[in-house]
């Protein structure tokens, strides 16, 4: 048997094709969820006039492999009271839901595990997955206060849920399909064609959105120590307790790969000709979804933390019917427009 045809036919060699292209989006979405801790903590010192790590290796880079090799070598304690099994599940749901997310994701054209006609409701089903490994990890811990940031964290992410529901309502009422690759492609043409022009406002809402659903500041209010010590993950430690921040900074990438996907043209250069043409595209939508992620740690360095009130408020009096006004104003611009 050829070799092609053993790669396309037979179900070992599918098989050995499927675990390929998971490998090969897997490996570089860890590499990139560790260096961006080490990104993070440079980017608030120099904010904040200082180095950041800069001792383990040639400019700090073998810092975010230092405290992995940390977090393994600790002892996992659960608390004597703990749903043992739960607990233990909780963190893994976290991480996982972030990765199997990337399945649907466009890096290049043709480049995408499963290049399915309904890939934004599979991104929403998933990322609202993501509530459940908070909530089991509050519960299970039988602690007070990772029990109230657990019910903290999942009322802010279900808030702001709605708010990006909404904002893909916009995305793909102007692009007329729910398939990824084609949002894409209909924002050819270079930077005047994307997306994020003509949607501004849901654009700017939904990058304050994702800082909410990842917990980031000014939204960290499930962790706010002066109030709940560290919030749901109170209980946790060693790789457990790692696994939760892993799982928030690849939800950080992929929310900022779903912004560049949806508003800033994916894979394509931002104008339509040499030499920005001569760069690959995945490295245009690297380099895109690294601008959106140094805007996360720049808030994180510069905006204080909201009162839980606020942040409510935001998400349901001022977000949601925005966001519900801009769909029908989107819809009757569209409907205008081709005539009907």
């Known amino acids: 048997m050829p070799l092609m045809e053993f790669f396309t036919t037979h179900w070992l060699g599918q098989l050995i094709v499927i675990v390929a292209k998971c490998l090969a989006v897997t490996v570089p979405l860890l590499v990139s969820v560790a260096y961006m801790t080490l990104a993070d903590r440079k980017i608030w010192g120099a904010i904040q006039l200082r180095r950041g790590p800069n001792v383990v290796g040639p400019f700090g880079l073998l810092q975010p492999f230092a405290d992995g090799l940390k977090l393994f070598l600790k002892e996992t304690i659960i608390p004597s009271g703990a749903a043992k099994v739960l607990f233990i599940i909780a963190p893994m749901i976290t991480f996982v839901t ?10 290049d054209d043709g480049w995408v595990i499963a290049d399915i006609n309904v890939g934004i409701l599979y991104l929403f089903a998933i990322s609202s ?7 089991i990890a509050g519960w299970a811990s039988n602690s007070k206060y990772a029990f109230l ?14 708010s990006i529901g909404f904002v893909l309502v916009t995305v793909l009422l102007c692009s007329g399909s729910l398939n990824l690759s084609e949002i894409v492609r209909a924002q050819t043409g270079g930077i005047h064609h994307w997306y994020m022009w003509p949607l501004l406002p849901m654009f700017v809402i939904f990058f304050i959105s994702s800082l909410a659903e990842t917990n980031r500041t000014p939204f960290d209010l499930p962790m706010s120590e002066a109030e709940l010590v560290a919030g749901f993950h ?30 800033m043209g994916g894979w394509h250069a931002p104008l339509p000709f040499a030499p920005f043409t001569w760069v690959p595209g995945v490295v245009w939508f690297a380099l895109k979804i690294a601008t959106l992620l140094f805007v996360f740690s ?15 408020r935001l998400g349901w009096k001022v977000f949601l019917p925005f966001s519900l006004f801009w769909v029908v104003a989107t819809a009757g611009v569209i409907a205008f427009a081709r005539g009907h």
Do not use: C
């Open 98 to 107: 972030a990765l199997v997310a990337w399945a649907v994701v466009p890096f």
């Open 234 to 263: 109170t209980e946790y430690s060693a790789m457990t307790f790692g696994l939760f921040f892993l799982g928030e900074y690849a939800n950080m990438i992929l929310l900022s790969g779903m912004g560049v996907v949806l508003f």
């Open 298 to 312: 720049w808030t994180k360095g510069t905006i204080p933390r909201y009162r839980y009130d606020q942040l409510m």
């Open 149 to 162: 940031g657990a019910l903290r964290s999942a009322a802010q992410m279900v808030s702001y849920e709605v």
């Open 129 to 135: 997955l993501g509530v459940y490994g908070v909530i």
